[in-house]
């Protein structure tokens, strides 16, 4: 295959922060104020707050107002909760998001059940879950939504094609297998959502057209395990050691992504490719908050 099948979501996701932007910019004439998200954090993992970092810039950069509500890693659930219910019914807040995954002593399923479904711009709550499954407009969770816009955009047939989906998460898996299967611009595709309990993975893998790999195992999908022409799109953000830099990590997908760049027809890099599309949903679902799109 060709070396130049790079899904580049670097590159893609900064075509369409600048499409938002100038929406924002129509927003904040229209009605004297920018869209505004708020990002809540609940203490120090560095990964959660590397990402909260990037989701405020990215704001920035998309003429957003925005604000991070930062709360020690000691607060009660009640009080979490008291902060969602004011962000409720907060009328310069267009959206908000409570960064996942919270300390083990807060219920992360009791935080997004109480956050209005019409500022829950993350699309976890149940709602807009539910919504999407039936195919009706809602707030789609920012991963899915970033795979679809990038398989859109890159003008990938998905309709009638094997799709075959690793790990059945919540926020990434299981909402993602039933996008991708739905009757849709991208969808009507098969799915086969694979987990942990999977049979013959490796066969099920090699039958597919299109694999998306979320299950943050590091380098999991090898080249033996894909067919020649695959599209791979790889959600994992893992970090692994490596003493060669200054930070001493370095980030890799699900995928071993040399060898099977290879044989694939387009592949998405890690960092580069997924991860950057996730923030550019999050702002989209922002405007379309401000612009009650989903929600009156
Ligand atoms: N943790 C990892 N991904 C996400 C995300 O998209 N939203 C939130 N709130 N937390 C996360």
Same mark, same amino acid.
């Given at each position: ?9 670097? =590159? ?44 405020? +810039?990215? $704001?920035?950069?998309? =003429? ?17 909760? *008291? ?30 059940? !109480? ?36 398989? *859109? ?9 094997? $799709? ?19 009757? !849709? ?20 893998? +090699?039958? !597919? ?48 992504? *040399?060898?099977?760049?290879?044989? =694939? ?14 923030? $550019? ?8 908050? =401000? ?6």
């Amino acid at each position: 295959m060709s070396q130049d099948n790079l899904i580049d979501g670097k =590159a893609l996701s900064g075509i369409i922060r600048e499409e938002i932007r100038v929406e924002a910019e129509k927003i904040k004439e229209e009605r004297g104020r920018s869209p505004k998200l708020v990002a809540v954090i609940v203490g120090e993992n560095p990964a959660s707050q590397s990402y909260v970092r990037g989701k405020v +810039r990215a $704001c920035d950069a998309a =003429a957003f107002n925005s604000e991070t509500i930062k709360l020690p890693d000691s607060t009660s659930e009640e009080a979490l909760i *008291e902060v969602v219910l004011k962000l409720n019914t907060d009328e310069s807040v267009d959206g908000f998001i409570v960064q996942l995954p919270l300390p083990d002593h807060i219920n992360s399923d009791n935080i997004i059940m !109480a956050i209005d479904p019409k500022k829950d711009v993350d699309g976890f709550h149940p709602v807009n879950f539910g919504k999407m499954a039936q195919g009706l407009p809602a707030f789609l969770p920012a991963t899915p939504f970033g795979i679809i816009t990038m398989l *859109e955009r890159y003008g990938v047939e998905t309709s009638g094609k094997q $799709c075959v989906v690793l790990g059945r998460s919540n926020i990434v898996g299981t909402p993602i297998s039933i996008l991708m299967s739905r009757k !849709a611009k991208v969808g009507n595709a098969t799915v086969t959502l694979t987990h942990s309990r999977t049979k013959n993975l490796k066969e099920e893998l +090699r039958r !597919a057209d299109i694999i998306i790999a979320a299950i943050g195992i590091p380098n999991f999908v090898t080249e033996d395990m894909v067919k020649d022409g695959v599209v791979v799109i790889d959600v994992g953000i893992n970090r692994v050691e490596d003493s060669s830099r200054k930070s001493g990590y370095k980030l890799v997908g699900d995928v071993d992504f *040399e060898p099977v760049r290879n044989k =694939a027809s387009l592949i998405t890099p890690v960092p580069g490719g997924v991860g950057p599309m996730t923030v $550019c949903s999050l702002l989209w679902n922002t405007l379309l908050a =401000a612009k009650g799109s989903i929600y009156k």
